[in-house]
């Protein structure tokens, strides 16, 4: 079973930066389209950016131009460079495959004050 494993969230001021990691056991990892995801409260979790294996990315429009996904399979890790956040983009943040195949890590809160 492949786990996942978030890191990086914490408090940012509006305007700041965080960089997240996701580090994934398991071989497949290099094969696989990745994605992040994130859960504000009372909110469904949607997918704000995918990296297939290749390196081709995509985005919500909601992030377009902020966020930076990025992968190394040498080190079976997925990241997201978040710039300029806003309060909207407070969220739990979570990574796995793109579509869903795996069990939900726990996840790395990120909030963003005004």
């Known amino acids: 079973q492949v786990q996942l494993v978030e890191s990086g969230g914490g408090l940012v001021q509006a305007g700041g930066s965080l960089r997240l990691s996701c580090a994934a056991s398991?071989?497949?990892?290099?094969?696989?389209?990745m994605g992040w995801y994130r859960q504000a409260p009372g909110k469904q979790r949607q997918l704000v950016a995918g990296i297939t294996s290749g390196g081709t990315t995509n985005y919500a429009d909601s992030v377009k131009g902020r966020f930076t996904i990025s992968r190394d399979n040498a080190k079976n890790t997925v990241y997201l460079q978040m710039n300029s956040l806003t309060p909207e983009d407070t969220a739990v943040y979570y990574c796995n495959t793109n579509p869903r195949l795996f069990t939900w890590g726990q996840g790395t809160q990120v909030t963003v004050s005004s």
């Open positions: 398991g071989s497949i990892f290099s094969i696989r389209t």
